[in-house]
């Protein structure tokens, strides 16, 4: 093989793996992020159809009314399944995602995933909350931006939640478990409440650290009575 056809044949490899490394990129940056947006979108529509199917049933006095609706929403989480949707207005206020039971692979490739051990929203203990820093949506992408008295706002078809950021995010490592703890490790908390802990990956683009942010539960009311303060322009 000639010189000339040496470099000929090298040149082409290069210009083939630049092209597969780009269309790579593509692919992280573009596409899963436009995959997981349709699942997001999909999983807040199916969350507004069961609600808007529960209220009716609630009014019309099917099913027993709404005696049976409190009973099944108390019950355990479905695991993979959509219960509630989060907004935090210093992400904007068109950011809203859905949360999900679990934080398996493909739960948090359809939006944001509880810890299973957790808390239920709401109740006494800690709602722990994890999401993607980057690609499937980036629904984390600025949470350094997060500041102590930032709103964190859950709802679960029938109630709001208010939660407030009581310090800047904290970075640990992801063997410190103790973050998503009933009074969690690092937080500053001494004492039980009801707490929400959100979790990414750090840095940015990889996952040898945790970013962590903790806030506690300020406030609550129904749905029946309009949007919370934090959610109003």
Not at 95 to 116: R, S
Not at 124 to 147: E, I, Q
Not at 158 to 165: E, K, L, N, P, V
Request: net charge positive.
């Amino acid at each position: 093989m000639s010189v000339r056809v040496l470099v000929r044949t090298v040149s082409e490899l290069c210009v083939t793996v630049g092209t597969l490394i780009v269309l790579f990129v593509v692919y992280v940056l573009f596409w899963t992020g436009v995959k997981a947006d349709r699942a997001m979108d999909d999983q807040i529509d199916r969350l507004q159809d069961r609600w808007a199917e529960q209220s009716l049933a609630a009014r019309d006095g099917k099913d027993g009314g709404a005696a049976p609706l409190l009973a099944k929403e108390t019950g355990p989480y479905e695991d993979g399944e959509p219960f509630a949707v989060m907004y935090i207005p210093r992400f904007g206020f068109t950011w809203n995602k859905p949360v999900l039971q679990g934080t398996a692979t493909d739960t948090l490739k359809k939006g944001l995933g509880h810890y299973a051990r957790t808390a239920r929203l709401g109740q006494r203990g800690n709602f722990a909350v994890a999401g993607h820093r980057r690609t499937y949506g980036d629904p984390f992408k600025d949470f350094p931006a997060l500041r102590p008295g930032d709103a964190v706002v859950l709802t679960d078809g029938t109630t709001w939640f208010t939660y407030r950021i009581d310090k800047k995010p904290y970075k640990t490592l992801p063997s410190d478990i103790g973050v998503v703890d009933p009074v969690p490790r690092g937080s500053g908390y001494r004492a039980p409440g009801r707490y929400l802990t959100l979790t990414t990956c750090e840095p940015e683009w990889g996952h040898s650290h945790r970013l962590i942010a903790w806030a506690h539960l300020d406030a609550t009311q129904p749905v029946d009575a309009g949007k919370p303060e934090a959610l109003r322009r």
